[in-house]
């Protein structure tokens, strides 16, 4: 285990085991270093990582916090990475929405309404009544995005979120087949509004796992990755 490692390692216990609770300030470097057995140099760079993932806050001239450790910002800081995931780590995310996009679909529609349901029949107004990807991009997120709200998990809202944020840069280039994509897209999204409308978690699961695998089709067949 490299000097970097024993320094995260040991963070990490003193968190979990919860000899280090939210909002708590992190000893002093010495302190530290010499509990954990690293360098000064070392342990910067595990502050730095944690940092990164937001389990710790770092205020300059303050020192270094154990942050709140909600898990819907744990998760989101997933996608400083997710981001750079290749055409087969896209496919993969796609699967695990397949999982994920229906159960909240079907908490949502024990939770929602009507306000909402009026909320969203609107925006799938404009999403029909456009052939920009880009606003199209942006206002299916806000649809999806906004059935995991009311799902009512916060956790779940933000691994969803995470997991689209690779697939919305995804452009189909070929018209025709973009076209196409946007025709069955569209009936999938009113497919999905019809049973949260119908408060039906059952339709509504089943209309937002149809329209995944849709999506996963299309990755596959221009990914070069179909079976």
């Known amino acids: 285990m490299s ?23 992190l000893p002093s470097e010495g302190e530290l270093c010499e509990r954990l057995g690293v360098s000064r140099g ?19 001239g303050s020192g270094s916090y154990v942050s709140e450790l909600r898990a819907a910002d744990l998760i ?9 995931l290749p055409m087969a780590g896209v496919l993969e995310l796609t699967e695990l929405r397949r999982v994920l996009e229906p159960h909240a679909a079907a908490l949502a529609a024990a939770r929602i309404d009507d ?22 991009s942006r206002l299916d997120h806000e649809f999806h995005m ?12 933000s691994l969803i979120d995470v997991l689209r944020s690779r697939s919305r840069a995804y452009r189909i280039s070929d018209p025709e087949d973009a076209a196409e994509l946007k025709i069955h897209s569209d009936a999938g999204h009113r497919a999905i509004l019809r049973g949260l409308a119908a408060a ?12 995944v695998a849709y999506t996963e089709y299309w990755v596959r067949r221009y990914s070069g990755l179909e079976d």
């Open 146 to 157: 906004a059935i995991s709200g009311v799902a009512g998990n916060e956790a779940l809202t």
């Open 115 to 136: 306000e909402t349901v009026e909320s969203l029949d609107r925006v799938l107004d404009e999403i029909e009544a456009t052939t920009d990807f880009e606003v199209q």
């Open 3 to 25: 000097a970097l490692d024993t320094a995260l390692h040991g963070l990490r216990a003193l968190i979990a085991d919860g000899a280090l609770r939210p909002g708590d300030r």
């Open 42 to 60: 070392s342990l910067r760079e595990a502050i730095r990582m944690l940092a990164a993932l937001g389990v710790l806050d770092t205020r300059h």
């Open 76 to 84: 989101g800081s997933l996608s400083l990475t997710v981001g750079l």
């Open 200 to 211: 039906d978690p059952v339709a509504a699961s089943a209309a937002a796992s149809a329209h």
